[in-house]
């Protein structure tokens, strides 16, 4: 299973609202990753996982808080979201965290719109 | 991070030869050169990498450049599927490896 899944596919909240995110895959990779992907704009790192630890926030508000239940699962929990949050959220993963050459694998993404 | 620059778009036409180019005239030594491409509505997926020699699989074929600055991934007949956009990313060995630092890419457009 080369596969990295992600729900839901679709996801509309209102800024009140509390929702999450899900990314799980069963590839025995140890690290995982969330990606902001805003409209003809390329994908911007939000987290990184290593080991089930977070490693790297690279410097993404309060408002999204991720999770890494267990090795093959991850979670973007949402909350107070603004509209300009509004983004394709996209998970990946890779064997281990610190390599220039391994690949990342990427799941099709889930289309937030925070109205 | 070093930088990489692309064309915003390119055509082709279906079952010709697509050469995307890339220049990475700040590369260093240690930094592996990756290809990612996009298709609409799906996330990024691995094409190719390579350091210094040329590098083939069964998706693409990687040329580099003798002084590594630049390099062209070789579509060697475009498929209507390989419409997407592809990005040339730079991955070191410093301690921003962990992380895909996307530039804007190149629009490749397959005609039939």
């Known amino acids: 299973d080369t596969e990295v899944t992600q729900t839901p596919k679709h996801l509309v909240m209102g800024m009140t609202n509390k929702k999450s995110l899900k990314c799980e895959q069963h590839m025995g990779h140890r690290a995982m990753y969330w990606y902001k992907q805003k409209a003809k704009k390329p994908p911007e790192l939000m987290f990184v996982y290593s080991y089930e630890k977070l490693s790297i926030n690279e410097s993404v508000p309060s408002r999204f808080s991720p999770e890494c239940p267990n090795s093959s699962l991850l979670n973007l929990h949402l909350h107070a979201l603004q509209p300009e949050d509004s983004a394709l959220y996209l998970c990946?993963?890779?064997?281990?965290?610190?390599?220039?050459?391994?690949?990342?694998?990427f799941g099709p993404g889930t289309r937030l719109t925070v109205l | 991070d070093a930088k990489t620059t692309q064309p915003n778009s390119m055509e082709s036409n279906e079952e010709e030869p697509v050469h995307l180019p890339c220049n990475h005239s700040t590369i260093s030594g240690t930094d592996y050169i990756h290809w990612y491409r996009q298709l609409p509505s799906q996330g990024p997926e691995y094409v190719i990498h390579?350091?210094?020699s040329n590098v083939n699989n069964r998706m693409a074929s990687l040329a580099i450049a003798e002084d590594r600055k630049s390099s062209t991934l070789i579509l060697h007949r475009a498929t209507l599927r390989d419409a997407a956009v592809y990005y040339c990313i730079l991955r070191g060995s410093g301690g921003s490896n962990y992380k895909l630092t996307f530039g804007k890419g190149t629009l490749l457009t397959v005609n039939p």
């Open positions: 990946a993963s890779s064997p281990q965290r610190g390599s220039s050459y391994n690949e990342q694998f």
């Open positions: 390579g350091l210094t």
